[in-house]
């Protein structure tokens, strides 16, 4: 069973930025798609951004294209996002996730993702 930490999280000022870490136990990191997804308080779960196996291809969800940035370190089990510019609407707990086993193509589905972090927050000022 792979364990996910996620870290990074804090309080910032509007137009602030944070990277927020996720460190993934286990030896087989490099073969899953991972993602970024956030759940704000009253409202559902939410895909942020996504990474294929090897870090070569990203995809975002509109609200956050241009602003944030995902990566990955596969030497170091641990998957990035770079949060710029950040606005109070991203005031959210922010979840990394493991792709399904099988699953290559990508995906913003919260039922395609099998294993889940604990959450870290992020909570933008105005």
């Known amino acids: 069973q792979v364990q996910l930490v996620e870290s990074g999280g804090g309080l910032v000022q509007a137009g602030g930025s944070l990277r927020l870490s996720c460190a993934a136990s286990g030896r087989t990191f490099s073969s899953y798609i991972m993602a970024w997804f956030r759940q704000a308080p009253g409202k559902e779960r939410e895909f942020v951004a996504g990474?294929?196996?090897?870090?070569?291809?990203?995809y975002y969800a509109d609200s956050v294209k241009g602003r944030f940035t995902i990566s990955r370190d596969n030497a170091k089990n641990t998957v990035y996002l770079l949060v710029n510019s950040l606005k109070p609407e991203d005031t959210a707990v922010y979840y990394c996730?493991?792709?399904?086993?099988?699953?290559?193509?990508?995906?913003?589905?919260?039922?395609?993702?099998?294993?889940w972090g604990q959450g870290t927050q992020v909570t933008v000022s105005s």
């Open positions: 990474i294929s196996r090897s870090g070569g291809g990203t």
């Open positions: 996730a493991r792709r399904r086993t099988g699953g290559l193509e990508y995906s913003r589905l919260i039922s395609d993702f099998g294993s």
